[in-house]
């Protein structure tokens, strides 16, 4: 069973997510210390029965949702501090809940990408550079690496709100 707001696992997951927005939001990073420890956290509230999923599904929460966001990080697309927060994501809300996790924090990463790009009066590039994207998947990571700093935009925040979402959904 996934975390729900009055589960600790919930408020651990919370308050995670929101420590990891404020500093990505700030430094363009995700400390290893805040990962780490909110990936401690979810074990260990397993391991004392707390969060509603056994330590099993807890770890291969933490495996599973690494290996989600590698491919990204493999692209260039995030940033190491991306796929761990994800994994440690994981190990709070467990095997079962991390896919639609990932799966809305795609949706809200894209929703915040193109909100970042009305800001930046790039909406047109932004489009652009998806649709050359989408047109020749082969070539990804060198537009993505090739794109200019200036599009580039934290996502902890839209891992923060398609974990939470997910957890809440459960």
Known sequence: ????????????????????????????????????????IGVALAAAGLSGISVAASLAGMVAGLLLMLPGYALGATGAGDVKLMAAVGTVIGIHVI????LFTALAGGVLAIAVALRRRRLGTTLSGTSRLIASPAGARQEIQG????????YGPAIALGSVIAALMG
């Open 147 to 154: 794109a200019a700093k200036a599009s580039r935009f934290a």
């Open 1 to 40: 069973m996934p975390p729900h707001a009055s589960n600790p696992a919930f408020v651990a997951l919370a308050a995670g997510a929101l420590a990891a927005t404020v500093v990505d939001i700030r430094t363009r990073r995700i400390p290893n210390v805040l990962t780490g420890s909110m990936a401690a």
């Open 99 to 102: 896919v639609n996790a990932f």
